[in-house]
């Protein structure tokens, strides 16, 4: 915990960039891209970095010590990133995700991943059954650019509703997409917010989380997340660039402040690629909106209550976990290994 309240982290990955797995040159370019952006972000300023994330999946004692002993993060989800069009399993895989997931079940959440372009819709549908029977997926991961002629929409009844549908037969409350920040060369355009609201407005029993703000859209992500009460922003890289440019990052969670409200914005910190968790967990847990700000824009202040929102509750509410169920079996646990 950080000052008594809960830390979930909604977004890390084990990201796999092997040679043998990567499929084409664009899945290159992405990998030497995430290592460039590493270099920037130590040259700006940026706090530590670790390029062996880059290179192979994190061993999981590593990212254990990284989540739960470096830092007081408590609990957190393993996302799947399902790109298929560069990675033979997808840039975070399903299977490594659960593996890490499961290498300390307590604290660590599965999130599943499919793709109904590379699986096929009936193939996607059976394997989101699958996550969740055989591996306890709690929440699904979407990436629909897969690249330049391969993308599919949010919206689309025949693509996307079969899946909006088989999370809530398997009970699923919360789905995420990545939206904006394409990974590559994709069209940016195909990652577009906008394909959010119908799929919200049809779907209004599933929470939509959609990451990194949409960028380069974000003021189009929080005007639509303003409008369907259903869909959640979840902040990964957020904090990664606020280290190199704090005042446009303040910016924009302050627009978020304003329009959508802590209730719907989740702590996420794209671990592994940056490690030192803790950074980003003191910046949270002392960050206030400078006065200037509030005055000329009208954003509110950051309060404990919005701290302690962000932090986890809200992620937690979109996905459907009891944090609270979850922090005092914790707590007991940590008791009886002290007795």
């Known amino acids: 915990m950080k000052n008594g309240m809960i830390v979930f982290d909604a977004v890390v990955h084990a990201h796999d960039f092997r040679e043998h797995v990567l499929l084409n040159d664009d899945a290159r370019y992405l990998r030497e891209g995430f290592k460039a952006s590493l270099t920037w972000s ?45 990675f033979k399993e997808g840039l975070a895989p399903a299977r490594g995700s659960y593996e890490l997931a499961q290498s300390n079940p307590d604290r660590l959440f599965f999130c599943g991943g499919v793709d109904p372009l590379y699986q096929g819709v009936k193939g996607a549908l059976e394997e989101m059954e699958r996550q969740v029977v055989e591996w306890g997926a709690t929440s699904f991961k979407f990436y629909q650019a897969q690249n330049m002629r391969n993308a599919w929409r949010a919206d689309d009844e025949k693509i996307a509703y079969p899946l909006y549908e088989k999370a809530i037969e398997l009970g699923i409350k919360g789905i995420q997409f990545h939206k904006g920040l394409p990974l590559g060369l994709q069209k ?4 577009r917010p906008n394909d959010l609201q119908q799929a919200a407005y049809d779907f209004p029993q599933l929470n939509f989380g959609a990451h990194h703000l949409g960028e380069p859209y ?24 606020y280290f190199v440019q704090p005042w446009e990052m303040l910016h924009r969670l302050g627009k978020a402040l304003l329009h959508v409200g802590a209730d719907r914005i989740c702590y996420g910190t794209d671990a592994f690629i940056w490690p030192n968790l803790q950074a980003y967990i003191d910046v949270l847990a002392t960050l206030e909106m400078p006065d200037e700000l509030q005055e000329r824009y009208g954003y509110p202040p950051i309060t404990d209550d919005v701290r302690r929102k962000i ?13 609270a169920a979850k922090a005092k079996a914790k707590a007991l646990e940590i008791r009886k290994q002290v007795v």
């Not at 940016?188 to 990652?191: G, Q, S, T």
């Not at 992500?221 to 990664?240: D, E, G, K, Q, T």
């Open 218 to 241: 974000v003021d189009e992500m929080i005007n639509i997340a303003s409008r369907f009460p259903n869909i959640f922003l979840v902040l990964p890289l957020w904090f990664n660039h």
């Open 42 to 86: 130590v040259q700006r300023g940026g706090h530590d970095v670790s390029y062996e994330a880059v290179d192979a999946p994190p061993e999981h004692e590593w990212a254990n010590k990284v989540l739960f002993t470096d830092s007081d993060t408590d609990f957190a989800m393993v996302q799947t990133v399902p790109v298929f069009a560069l």
């Open 311 to 323: 932090f986890g509750e809200s992620f937690a509410n979109a996905v459907g976990i009891d944090l």
């Open 188 to 191: 940016v355009e195909d990652l």
